[in-house]
């Protein structure tokens, strides 16, 4: 079997045509009838050049798609485990507790210090005792000496006069302690009362900071967790977008592959006498006609194709086969063979 022979039957695409000869040598069917059809060895080369191309094209690009899509399958794993295992959204406040407990009512601590002041009665009962006893004794001695009654008067005024003093030194040196008591008391009370309201505000004040403190440092943790955790969830999510633009374009390649070793096939079996079934469907932007037909011979294809027939077109878009059939390069047309 010659080498074209063995590259036909080794197609995915043409290896149901088993290659043969008769005892004239002529084809029998399969890959021989195909390579007739093609016009010789010569003409089926280029076939099977453009099927392979084709068929490596495809596997190729089939096998980036697999590979893009088993990515796609573990960065979607690794995505949807990263967002399940999230960190909770916390209340960095949640622990704060009232510090209203800590303010005591000190009203129960003041009292009025002159409440309870006491008026110095007791010197002045004394100055009347004296003033009556010293007024008896000068009356006892007047009659006894037979003296006037001026003279009784004036001794009287004199004694009670001295108790007066007396009386009033007292007096005087009493109401001035107990001022200086109860002021003594009332400053104490002020001192006492400022220094636990001092004690109380620098206890209040460290519990204060310490509850923003905390607050703070849950904030700062949970904030912290939460840009790196976002950063891989957005990395993956990039890792997932590149995967899925790689299956994307193997697939696209895939079938540009597919479509080149199709039209490579098409560009030599394009003459009007290998096809059947032909309507016009429409124009190209240059004015050529476009064709929808069946190839006769079912090795060229299956099914109704779109292009051109090869008498219709600019000759440098033509090419001649020994055979005497017309093959076509697409590639120098503004119209597309596909099969509809």
Do not use: C, W
Request: aromatic share 6%; hydrophobic share 40%; net charge neutral.
């Amino acid at each position: 079997m010659s080498t074209v022979g063995n590259a036909v039957n080794n197609s995915p695409y043409l290896s149901n045509y088993a290659y043969g000869t008769s005892a004239t040598g002529g084809p029998t069917t399969g890959a021989g009838q195909f390579i007739e059809g093609m016009g010789g060895t010569a003409g089926v080369i280029g076939v099977t050049g453009t099927v392979a191309a084709g068929i490596f094209g495809m596997a190729t690009a089939r096998s980036s798609q697999r590979a893009a899509q088993k990515n796609i399958n573990r960065y979607n794993d690794k995505l949807e485990s990263l967002e399940a295992n999230r960190q909770a959204i916390i209340d960095p406040y949640a622990g704060i507790t009232n510090l209203a407990g800590m303010i005591t009512d000190r009203s129960n601590m003041m009292h009025n210090a002159y409440a309870n002041l006491s008026v110095a009665t007791q010197a002045a009962e004394m100055q009347a005792e004296q003033a009556d006893i010293s007024l008896a004794n000068t009356l006892d001695t007047l009659r006894a000496t037979g003296s006037g009654s001026g003279g009784a008067t004036a001794l009287a005024q004199a004694a009670l006069q001295s108790k007066k003093e007396i009386s009033s030194n007292i007096e005087q040196q009493e109401v001035a302690n107990e001022k200086l008591r109860a002021g003594g008391e009332q400053n104490l009370e002020q001192r006492i009362i400022a220094e636990k309201q001092r004690i109380e505000g620098l206890t209040m004040s460290e519990a204060s900071k310490v509850q923003a403190a905390r607050a703070q440092g849950k904030a700062f943790v949970f904030n912290a967790t939460e840009t790196r955790q976002q950063a891989q969830l957005d990395r993956q999510q990039a890792l997932l977008d590149n995967a899925m633009m790689q299956e994307s374009q193997g697939g696209a390649d895939a079938m540009q592959a597919m479509m080149g070793m199709v039209t490579g096939i098409a560009s030599i079996a394009s003459d009007r006498r290998l096809k059947k079934n032909i309507k016009l469907i429409g124009k190209s932007p240059n004015g050529l006609n476009i064709y929808a037909f069946e190839y006769i011979n079912k090795l060229f294809g299956k099914g109704r194709f779109q292009g051109v027939m090869s008498d219709e077109i600019p000759n440098e878009a033509i090419i001649k086969f020994k055979d005497g059939y017309d093959r076509v390069d697409y590639s120098k047309l503004d119209v597309e063979f596909k099969n509809i």
